[in-house]
């Protein structure tokens, strides 16, 4: 349903970029996310747009760093990292929800591992 891609490792101070596709859906009246899980912590909220007003949200820890977009005609959502640091270092998913985050995650993708060396 969702598919995530981008992962890789890069060293500290650099760059990726995340997609998050939708197949076989669209994202109309869907809000699109990436949540992301280092080892042994729980799952976070990283950052999120709406598909129809485009308004985006982010965690602080994330605040002029990263850059979420989407792609209309491609029905994608993008995730670009910048001056990452090795606290990024996680595995990170992309999801969509109709109903608000607070209620539920309506599909996951499947993780893309994002990997920041000193």
């Known amino acids: 349903q969702l598919q995530a891609s981008g992962g890789g490792l890069v060293q500290a101070g650099g760059s990726l970029r995340l997609s998050c596709a939708a197949s076989g859906r669209t994202f109309r009246r869907s809000a699109v996310g990436w949540f992301r899980q280092a080892p042994g912590k729980e799952r976070e909220f990283v950052s999120a747009?709406?598909?129809?007003?485009?308004?985006?949200y982010y965690a602080d820890s994330v605040k002029g760093r990263f850059t979420i977009s989407k792609d209309n005609a491609k029905n994608t959502v993008h995730l670009q990292m910048n001056s990452l640091n090795t606290e990024d270092t996680a595995v990170y998913y992309c999801?969509?929800?109709?109903?608000?985050?607070?209620?539920?995650?309506?599909?996951w993708g499947q993780g893309t591992l994002v990997t920041v060396s000193s």
């Open positions: 999801a969509s929800t109709t109903r608000g985050w607070s209620i539920g995650v309506d599909y």
């Open positions: 747009i709406s598909w129809s007003a485009g308004n985006t």
